[in-house]
């Protein structure tokens, strides 16, 4: 990994939707960063690191779900923020894509998604997993982990189950909507016509398919990889405004 040898000044977190044609709109150096103690890079469990950034993220922090993941979860739909390849070995990571899976299982580390339609893969890892309430997107996840290939599960690292651990060192998490509320506004759904600001923030409405639907020629991929990538890119989704990144590795479990 590079945390290893590479120091994290020398890291950026980078900002934008499409970072091939466009470039990145804000890079921010890291000022530090720190892995969950348990983290063994050999395996799976305990995949969850925190960044701390030189400046403000220009960006609206994400509310994260506090609430255990329970059966209820199964066949519901969470939504998938990544900038990952839109097919195994394509090479075009750097785009920012969405896409919707049904939670299929779940343990005590992790929740898992069916990716076999259009899923996440390479490049995706550390992205946003979100649940979709009434109120809008929560953070619920961090994209660890998916089956060889991009073509069938993704795993996801659950952030509900280390909440405890992420408030010794980010003393204010956004576990309600409603705290994102500004002052002069007195309910949800404050963003007017618009509906909620804090829905949408991190998505790009027209850009939609995260390993499986994508803009361009050729034929319809398939995803569910997520364990490759450059882990100097450090975090590319909406995880910056809380600070959250899962390293990315070059392998995926069989």
Known sequence: DALDWMPASDLHILFGANLINDGPTTAIPWASNVMHPSYNPAGFDWDIGLVELVSDAPTTPSVVNDEPIDDAWLGTQVTYVGFGETQYGRGDAGVKYTTDN???E?????VTTDGSV???CHGDSGGATFEVTDGGLELAGIVAYGEWG???YSSNTRVDIFLEWILEFVPEVYTDPEQLLPPEDDGPGAGGDDGPFWTSWGVDEDLDGLGGQFD?????SRGGCSTAGDPSLGLLAGLVGLGLVARRRPFARP
């Open 106 to 110: 779940f343990d005590d580390m992790v």
């Open 150 to 152: 991009c073509a069938g």
């Open 102 to 104: 049904p939670v299929i």
């Open 216 to 220: 361009g020629e050729g034929d319809e």
């Open 118 to 120: 259009s899923g996440t």
